[in-house]
Structures are given as structure tokens and as C-alpha cells.
């Protein structure tokens, strides 16, 4: 009897122990992904540390290596949603724009001009989908921003270490952009946008009470360095967004006040808003020459009209999944030799989404995020804890940094893996808030 009861806790013992080493291991895949997503630190180290336009040739590098490490995350995200497939099946159920999205990217293999290239980066649009499915059914949403946070102290480290002590990798090699800080990424804008969205996880969970003392310390000296490296990026439209971010912070509070303090706070705010932006437009070119930008927005602005113009032609189902920008046979061959430059796609979000899946894709996504924008002020009207106001933080830093830049539907990208993880994540959390009655959250 003895021996079996020591047999017994002993077991008991090693199942506790294999239990703390699979999460750990799960957290630290977790982690490790995360940075991968955020698109460093291997393009850089394979590119060998290419100058701006270098990668735009795409026989320089060879990123096998880096696409079949995300084959084998796709693998293993598969295989953890697959344990919570009952989660995963509520959450896709609630939220079908996301599913509807990856299908339409899916067929679109049908209709693209490179059907091939298409199939399969489409396959890797779902992919890195899956693996924001996953963190939103996997972890609440506190966890899902502490190992954010860890995954930005990593990405600050090494892009530390990169720019001071190899200044080849870790700092722009030439050119206009000579000097400018970009870490462990490819470009500096890179870097920046990277940045902000690590300003915005390390500022929600610094502010968080419940936060234990000495990771607060971690989380505003992160907030601090992040903030340091997106001014040592000299990206302009990175401070714009961090700028304009943090400003409408005290405004989303107010988002969480009773009515009769909420109301007249939001219509001052309007008001206030519109005045600026008048005198901004009265003043734009002051301003952007202030910052060292044209009203061109350094030539995107002037490639504008002739992307719109290939919309024109394929207005409804667009070119199909990255079927639009590519070597020189590809349509966009037309918007090269028209703008005098061959950027690597629209610099703007909302054009490319149409260009690739066409009036259709644009469609469902406005849907899926008029969606998950509806969730989240809900969810800050019926959940007054801190985090809550990541979600709204970071639709707004999403809808931002597209307006200048690309990341809407990008496959192997951090950004759009947080949306589909945010999307998700609200979802999951409907049950509870929906629960209350509508005419008692009116009444608070």
C-alpha cells in the first residue's frame, strides 16, 4: 500500500512538472512567433543588411529558409486550435468576416493573373489568421498583452544591440534615409510602426492596477525606450500616429463615463477636432515641410490616381490575392512607369485591400470591423477594466498607419495577426458583456 502511494505522488509530482514545462514551452513558442510576425529579425540577417529599393529585387535574397519556419508555425498553430476546437468553432461562428475573408483570398487563385503565387500566399494569409485565432481562444486578453510585452522587450534589446553594436545591420546604409535607426528590421518605417504598437501594449498594461509593482517599472521603461526608438527611426507618419494616439486617450476614457458627462465631452471634442483639421488643411504643406514631407507624402500621393485607375478596371473582385504588385510583367507595371518609381505596393492599406479582393473584400472588411469596433465600445461601456481600451487603441493605430502605409490582409504580419486576435478575442468575450440589459448600461 506504501509503495503504491508513493508511486502515485510521485506520478502526480511529474504530471505537475510536464504541465509547467509544456507551458512554458507553449509561451516561449508564443513569444517567439510574435517576433518572427513582427517581420525581424531574420529578413534583415538574410537580406544582408540590404539599403531601401535592395529588396525590391526579388532574386537578391533567398527567404526560404524564414517561409518554411512559417510553414512549420502554420503546423503547430493548426494542432494547438485543434485541441480547443469547440472555442475555435464559437469564435468563427460569431465572427464570419474573417473566415469569409481568407475564402474570397482562397478563390481568388481563380481570377489572378499569377494563380499560383496567389494559391499560396493566400494559404499563408490563413495561416498567420490562425495564429490570431489561437492567442484569442488560447489566453485571456491580460496574458495576450503580458506576452506582447515580453515579446517587445526581446524586439527593444536586439534593436539596441543591432544599431550600436552592428550599425550595418541595425541602421539605414545609405541614402536619404542615412542614420536612421531600424534595428532589427529591413527599413526604419518598419521599425516605427513596430514601435507604436509596443508603446500602446506597454502604456495599457503600466496603467494597469492590478499590475504587480516591479512589471510596472519593466512596462514604462518599455514604454519609454519604445517611444525612444520611434523618434531614433525618424519615421514621420510613426510619430504622427504615436502623437495622435496618445492625445485621444484621455477622449476614450470619457467612452467609459455616464452619459451625462459623456455626451457633452464628445461633442466638445468633435468640435474642437474639426477646427483643426481645418487649420490643418489651411496649413498642410507648412506643417508636412516642418516634419520634412511634401504634400505628396514622399510620392505616394502622386501614385495615388493611377492605382485608382487600375481599380477602375477590376472594380469588383480586384486582381487577386498579391496579384497586383510583382515583378515587371505584373499589372502594376502600368503604376511603375507612370509614378517614376517602383514602390512594393499602394502605401495604403485601404487601396491595396481593393486592388487584390476588389469592391467585394472591401466590403466584407468594413463590415468585420464596423463589427469589432461596435464590440469594443460596448465592451469599454460595460468593462471598466484598463486593458479593455487596447482594442480601441489599437483599431486606431490599424486605421492610421494605413493610410500611409501597407498592412491590411498581409500575410506573415504582426499587424493583421492583432486584428483577427483582437476580432476574436471580443467575440469571446460577448457572452459576458451582452448579458447585462441594455436598458441598465443605458441608466449607468
Request: hydrophobic fraction near 50%; charged fraction near 10%.
Amino acid at each position: 500500500m506504501f509503495e503504491i502511494y508513493v508511486d502515485a505522488e510521485v506520478q502526480s509530482r511529474f504530471d505537475r512538472l510536464m504541465k509547467k514545462i509544456i507551458a512554458i514551452a507553449e509561451r516561449g513558442f508564443t513569444i517567439l512567433s510574435l517576433i518572427f510576425y513582427s517581420s525581424g529579425p531574420l529578413p534583415l540577417i538574410l537580406s544582408g543588411g540590404a539599403g531601401q529599393g535592395d529588396e525590391l529585387n526579388p532574386v537578391s535574397t533567398d527567404y526560404s529558409i524564414l517561409q518554411s519556419m512559417f510553414f512549420v508555425s502554420y503546423l503547430i498553430v493548426a494542432l494547438l486550435v485543434v485541441f480547443q476546437w469547440k472555442k475555435a468553432l464559437y469564435a468563427l461562428k460569431k465572427n464570419w468576416t474573417i473566415s469569409l475573408l481568407m475564402v474570397v483570398a482562397l478563390a481568388s487563385a481563380i481570377w489572378t493573373f499569377i494563380p499560383g503565387q496567389t494559391l499560396v500566399r493566400s494559404i499563408a494569409l490563413v495561416g498567420t489568421s490562425l495564429f490570431g485565432l489561437y492567442l484569442a481562444i488560447r489566453y485571456p486578453l491580460q496574458e495576450q498583452l503580458r506576452l506582447l510585452g515580453w515579446s517587445f522587450v526581446v524586439i527593444i534589446i536586439m534593436s539596441f544591440l543591432f544599431a550600436i553594436a552592428i550599425p550595418t545591420f541595425g541602421m539605414m546604409p545609405g541614402g536619404v534615409h542615412a542614420g536612421a535607426w531600424r534595428g532589427i528590421y529591413v527599413h526604419k518605417n518598419v521599425m516605427g510602426k513596430v514601435m507604436v504598437v509596443g508603446a500602446i501594449v506597454f502604456w495599457v498594461l503600466a496603467t494597469n492596477p492590478k499590475e504587480k509593482s516591479w512589471l510596472t517599472w519593466i512596462d514604462w521603461i518599455g514604454f519609454g525606450l519604445s517611444f525612444g526608438l520611434v523618434l531614433l527611426s525618424k519615421s514621420s507618419s510613426s510619430m504622427i500616429n504615436f502623437i495622435t494616439i496618445f492625445a485621444l486617450v484621455p477622449i476614450y476614457h470619457a467612452l467609459s463615463w455616464r452619459y451625462y458627462l459623456m455626451v457633452p465631452t464628445l461633442i466638445t471634442t468633435i468640435a474642437v477636432g474639426g477646427g483643426l483639421s481645418l487649420w490643418f488643411s489651411a496649413n498642410a504643406a507648412t506643417l508636412l515641410d516642418g516634419i520634412g514631407k511634401d504634400a505628396t507624402l514622399t510620392g505616394r500621393a502622386d501614385m495615388w490616381p493611377y492605382i485608382i485607375e487600375m481599380i477602375e478596371k477590376h472594380p469588383w473582385l480586384g486582381y487577386g490575392y498579391n496579384g497586383f504588385w510583382g515583378d515587371a510583367d505584373a499589372p502594376a507595371a502600368y503604376v511603375w512607369s507612370a509614378a517614376k518609381w517602383m514602390p512594393p505596393n499602394s502605401h495604403n492599406g485601404f487601396l491595396d485591400l481593393w486592388l487584390e479582393l476588389g469592391l467585394l473584400g472591401v466590403i466584407i472588411f468594413a463590415i468585420g470591423f464596423g463589427q469589432t469596433l461596435l464590440r469594443t465600445l460596448v465592451w469599454i461601456r460595460t468593462n471598466k477594466a484598463r486593458e479593455s481600451l487596447w482594442f480601441l487603441l489599437y483599431l486606431t493605430n490599424l486605421g492610421l498607419s494605413n493610410l500611409s502605409e501597407s498592412s491590411l490582409l498581409n500575410r506573415n504580419d504582426l499587424f493583421w495577426l492583432l486584428y483577427v486576435s483582437a476580432s476574436f478575442s471580443l467575440v469571446m468575450t460577448a457572452t459576458k458583456t451582452t448579458k447585462m440589459p441594455i436598458h441598465s448600461e443605458i441608466l449607468n
